[in-house]
């Protein structure tokens, strides 16, 4: 069992369902997401797919897997319901995946964000991530920040 902030929760590895459901529950995920968008991205990889969890209630996640560099961890996806930020939910999800990732062999973990999520740069920066990369794609609010830290 995990405490921050007054908040007490427990991590640990979820079922494609609940990533489903929790990716519902982020609200800067527009669209439909899938079982299929989690199955295929997944299928014949070597993964870690988290919840975090307060009293059997899902109240984060964070998923991701072995990039096509085989030393790299891409940490693909995540999030915590708005009413839970603020408490080191997402922190916490941080430092599992990169410990296990570690633990598994990966020297590096990167994720893709945007433009339009600075919350999610200043995480990358405060957990010691750098900035590799801005790939124009639609508006630059659109614009992928790709940031990489060594384990």
Do not use: C
Request: hydrophobic share 40%; aromatic share 14%.
């Amino acid at each position: 069992m995990l405490q921050s902030s007054n908040i007490q929760f427990k991590i640990r590895e979820a079922s494609l369902e609940e990533l489903l459901w929790m990716h519902q529950q982020i609200p800067e995920f527009p669209g439909k997401a899938s079982l299929d968008f989690y199955s295929d991205r997944l299928k014949h990889r070597l993964y870690l797919a988290l919840v975090a969890e307060k009293e059997g209630e899902l109240i984060g996640f964070k998923v991701g897997y072995q990039s096509d560099t085989p030393e790299t961890f891409y940490s693909w996806m995540g999030g915590v319901r708005p009413e839970f930020r603020k408490f080191g939910v997402a922190d916490s999800l941080a430092d599992f995946q990169e410990n296990w990732a570690k633990e598994k062999g990966f020297a590096k973990v990167f994720f893709k964000t945007r433009n339009r999520f600075p919350a999610m740069i200043s995480f990358g920066l405060k957990r010691g991530f750098k900035i590799l990369e801005v790939i124009p794609k639609g508006g630059v609010e659109d614009y992928r920040i790709v940031m990489e830290k060594g384990l």
